[in-house]
């Protein structure tokens, strides 16, 4: 439960690189010791917009990721509705994507996630939940693409997006090769992509071979962005997205383009930047 630890202080922060001078991070990043902490903080945030708007008499644009990094996030959302601390009925969700083609029944669509993780449990207008349609037919996805992107313009665009990271560097699944000004699209998955789905469909051979995702375009319009990561696993990836050179290659690396783009870390994942790998190599 998350009010064990409700009182996020700066102080609990590792390290951010807000203030300080480190020419290789390109990105802004913040490090706290568990997924945990990292979770509640994503969440405190993502709480305060959703007020702020209510306090305006406006609708809350969000932009909504799926996959293991998020789940905390949404836990602890769903947590604080239950305790009459949050109503999502001026929210407005945007999901980045869904396998392609995908029932929303099975267990595997993003369909299912979202509705487990969060929509059941909140109490968040129907109407209002957008989720690419794996249901779609073939012939009218390219129109229905553009119609999602028209539908977030519509809205005024995305408040706060909340993405995870592929370890292909994709945001979205957007895999490597797209470009910075991508739109909402289909695509096909990499190879790598597929391999960390298989477990999934108990079967790398089951995983869908394409996807629809929102482009990098439709992601970098959001007026903010937060970028969670956890694990040793994704540490490279990290890495790279934050200190490498903008690269159609690493599509995580167009954020650092982007003016309100925040990478929250845990221990493992940012493990790997330069300044906690090889420290004696950055100027004091
Ligand atoms: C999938 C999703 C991405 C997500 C990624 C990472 O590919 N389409 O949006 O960021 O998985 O997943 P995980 O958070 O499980 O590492």
Redesign the pocket.
């Known amino acids: 439960m998350y009010f064990i630890m409700d009182f996020v202080t700066i102080q609990d922060r590792l390290f951010c690189n807000d203030s300080e001078l480190c020419t290789q991070e390109k990105i802004r990043t913040i490090v706290y010791d568990v997924p945990q902490r990292v979770s509640l903080v994503a969440a405190l945030r993502i709480r305060d917009v959703i007020q702020q708007k209510q306090r305006e008499g406006k609708a809350c644009v969000l932009g909504l990721?799926?996959?293991?990094?998020?789940c905390k996030v949404y836990a602890i959302l769903c947590e604080m509705h239950v305790r009459g601390e949050l109503s999502f009925r001026n929210v407005h969700t945007f999901n980045?994507?869904e396998y392609y083609p995908m029932q929303k029944t099975s267990q595997q669509s993003?369909y299912q996630f979202m509705h487990t993780h969060l929509f059941s449990q909140v109490d968040i207008p129907q109407e209002n939940i957008h989720i690419p349609d794996g249901e779609c037919r073939f012939e009218d996805v390219q129109e229905y693409c553009q119609h999602y992107d028209q539908q977030i313009a519509l809205l005024g665009g995305i408040d706060l997006q909340l993405?995870?990271?592929?370890k292909t560097g994709?945001?979205?699944?957007n895999e490597p090769g797209s470009q910075a000004d991508s739109t909402t699209r289909m695509i096909y998955l990499d190879k790598i992509?597929k391999a960390?789905?298989a477990s999934d469909f108990y079967n790398v051979h089951h995983v869908p071979r394409k996807?629809i995702?929102m482009g990098v375009g439709s992601i970098l319009g959001a007026k903010r962005i937060l970028i969670l990561a956890?694990g040793e696993g994704?540490a490279g990836i990290v890495r790279t997205s934050i200190e490498g050179p903008v690269t159609s290659q690493v599509p995580a690396s167009y954020l650092q383009g982007h003016p309100d783009c925040t990478f929250f870390l845990d221990t493992a994942s940012c493990a790997s930047l330069t300044r906690f790998s090889c420290p004696w190599t950055i100027k004091g």
């Open positions: 990721a799926t996959g293991s990094t998020p980045l994507d993003y993405l995870g990271i592929g994709h945001i979205g699944f992509t960390d789905a996807a995702t956890f994704k």
